[in-house]
Nanobody, 119 residues
Framework: QVQLVESGGGLVQTGGSLTLSCVASGTSGRILTINDMGWHRQAPGKQRELVARIDSSGKSNYADSVKGRFTISRDNLKNMVYLQMSSLKPEDTGVYYC??????????WGQGTQVTVSS
């Protein structure tokens, strides 16, 4: 199994910044082979949407709504993915989920971390 633990959410004012982190680990010392890593978010009453994704080579793509404001990065040695968020807007509010595509076991999700941007 794969476990994901997210951190870094919180309350911030409009225009502020936050950085989310997510670490993936295999249970019982299992070695992971991770392909894509990404962040999704879900606002109240809305469907979960992709925010940013990064593949194992470092190529990334972003939702149009966050381009130029958010940066995704990863540390392959530590099995970690980060999301640097700046110029935050109230519409960025939601629960942010880390997602990892592991070669042998498929997609795994974190428990989610709340990001609230006050106006």
């Amino acid at each position: 199994q794969v476990q994901l633990v997210e951190s870094g959410g919180g309350l911030v004012q409009t225009g502020g910044s936050l950085t989310l982190s997510c670490v993936a680990s295999g249970t019982s010392g299992r070695i992971l082979t991770i392909n894509d890593m990404g962040w999704h978010r879900q606002a109240p009453g809305k469907q979960r949407e992709l925010v940013a994704r990064i593949d194992s080579s470092g190529k990334s793509n972003y939702a149009d709504s966050v381009k130029g404001r958010f940066t995704i990065s990863r540390d392959n040695l530590k099995n970690m993915v980060y999301l640097q968020m700046s110029s935050l807007k109230p519409e960025d509010t939601g629960v942010y989920y880390c997602a990892v595509d592991e070669m042998w076991s498929g997609r795994h999700w974190g428990q989610g971390t709340q990001v609230t941007v006050s106006s």
